[in-house]
């Protein structure tokens, strides 16, 4: 089971993509015992999508909800924050 963010846990993990690799990450961090805030950045408009079945199957393209790889209250269930129409410029890891 994934575990959910503690209050008195300071930590930050970011994860920059909101592809499927993001999504994988996000998870493994709270079904690997993290604690602290997963915050996942994504320059799309929508909740992360499986992208190779959109390229696959257009059709599907007309109902966006159906091409999600997780809805919008697992990352709430799992204390993910999905930041959406946010695109990073650059990096500072200091």
């Given at each position: ?23 994988v990450?996000?998870?493994a ?5 993290f ?60």
């Amino acid at each position: 089971t994934a575990t959910r963010r503690l209050s008195d846990d300071r930590r930050t993990f970011i994860i920059v993509g909101g592809g499927a690799a993001g999504v994988v990450a996000a998870d493994a961090l709270r079904q690997g015992g993290f604690t602290g805030e997963v915050l996942l950045l994504s320059e799309e408009m929508y909740l992360p999508y499986d992208r190779p079945v959109l390229s696959k199957n257009f059709a599907k393209a007309a109902d966006v909800e159906s091409l999600s790889l997780r809805d919008a209250s697992h990352f709430n269930d799992h204390d993910i924050t999905v930041r959406l129409n946010s695109k990073v410029t650059r990096l500072d890891a200091e």
